[in-house]
Nanobody
Framework: QVQLVESGGGLVQAGGSLRLSCAASGRTFSRNGMGWFRQAPGKEREFVAA????????TYADSVKGRFTISRDSAKNTMYLQMNSLKPEDTALYYCAAYTGSYYVIPKTVGLYNYWGQGTQVTVSS
């Protein structure tokens, strides 16, 4: 099992910034990559960004490209999401997730991620 704990959410005005963190513990050696997803009320959970753990390659949803940056600290087993130029439409519950499969292309599908955190709320006011 891999345990994931998110932190860093909060309330921010449009145009502001937040940094989310996700600390991993447990059988982290089984993890091949990690990602961030978000879910707004009444909407499906959607992909935000992900990183392939071993080599640090990244991928982003078009809606956040250029505004959000995903990174990881292998020594701390922690993943980050730096969110800049936040918009009201970024308001959602943000989830950290990890996958164990071996994929050539970093997955963006909810079902391919094996482990999930509890989520941290991000609210952007206009």
């Amino acid at each position: 099992q891999v345990q994931l704990v998110e932190s860093g959410g909060g309330l921010v005005q449009a145009g502001g910034s937040l940094r989310l963190s996700c600390a991993a513990s447990g059988r982290t050696f089984s993890r091949n990559g990690m990602g961030w997803f978000r879910q707004a009320p009444g909407k499906e959970r959607e992909f935000v960004a992900a990183v392939k753990w071993s080599i640090g390659s990244t991928t982003y949803a078009d809606s956040v490209k250029g505004r959000f940056t995903i990174s990881r600290d292998s020594a701390k087993n922690t993943m980050y999401l730096q969110m800049n130029s936040l918009k009201p439409e970024d308001t959602a519950l943000y989830y950290c997730a990890a996958y164990t499969g071996s994929y050539y292309v970093i997955p963006k599908t909810v079902g391919l991620y094996n482990y999930w955190g509890q989520g941290t709320q991000v609210t952007v006011s206009s």
